[in-house]
């Protein structure tokens, strides 16, 4: 949420597919949770759950991925889970 409210994007411009969640709706406030399936917007913000278990298409798509690298169960291995 640091990176939607700092950029201030709007509702229209990202795209949230986490678990639909009380917690994750509390902590999103007045951002819906998207279902994968969605049209695409021009910003699109996964938790790793849902990285690791969908296809995402752009013609023109940049992914960026974001790993907390002091917490072992968060890093990720670069030549099996990021191609």
């Known amino acids: 949420m640091r990176i939607i409210?700092?950029?201030n994007l709007s509702?229209?411009?990202?795209?949230i597919v986490c678990a639909n969640t009380s917690e994750n709706k509390k902590t999103l406030g007045k951002?819906?949770?998207n279902n994968v399936s969605d049209p695409n917007k021009p910003f699109?913000?996964?938790?790793?759950s849902v990285f690791?278990?969908?296809?995402?298409?752009?013609?023109?798509?940049?992914?960026i991925i974001v790993s907390d690298?002091?917490?072992?169960?968060?890093?990720l291995d670069i030549s099996?889970?990021?191609?």
Do not use: N
């Open 80 to 83: 099996s889970d990021i191609p």
């Open 11 to 15: 509702q229209k411009e990202a795209k």
């Open 69 to 75: 690298g002091y917490t072992k169960s968060s890093m």
């Open 44 to 48: 699109t913000f996964c938790t790793k």
């Open 31 to 33: 951002y819906k949770i």
């Open 5 to 7: 409210k700092g950029a």
């Open 52 to 63: 690791y278990g969908a296809d995402f298409y752009s013609d023109s798509g940049l992914a």
